[in-house]
Each structure stands twice: as C-alpha cells, then as structure tokens.
C-alpha cells in the first residue's frame, strides 16, 4: 500500500490480493469489466444502464489462493 492511502473500491480490492467481478445493477443486471469500473471511479466515463440518475453496482470478490474447504 502507498503512503497516500487507498483511494477507490478497485484499489481496495487490487491490494487485498482478490480476484473480483462488478455487475451493473442499474436498469439490468450485466457484468461490467474491471477496466470500465476503473473509469467509472475515476470520473473518466459514466455509468452505462443508470436507475434513477444513479450508478448501482454489485461486487463479487474472492481470494483464489484461499483453500476451497470450509
């Protein structure tokens, strides 16, 4: 991590080591690739299915390297 902190979700879950998939939740349920949400977060593009003038997503996260028993 950087002196300067952990700025946005992506940054978040990049340095948690995650493997991670963002759904629009917006007017319809579709994916949407990492690098899209990136710019999303940075201002640099708008949310594409907005409800209500608002972006809504949903984050899948997992660790990979986890063991896969429970």
């Given amino acids: 991590m950087s002196a300067n902190g952990i700025n946005s979700i992506s940054e978040f879950l990049l340095h948690a080591g995650t493997e991670y998939q963002v759904f629009d939740l917006g007017r319809r349920l579709e994916p949407t690739d ?25 984050i899948v996260f997992w660790n990979k390297n986890a063991s896969t028993q429970h």
Avoid: D, K, V
Wanted: hydrophobic share 30%; no cysteine; aromatic share 20%.
């Fill in 34 to 58: 990492s690098q899209t949400f990136l710019e999303i977060e940075n201002g640099s593009a708008y949310a594409p299915y907005p409800r209500q003038q608002h972006a809504w997503f949903g």
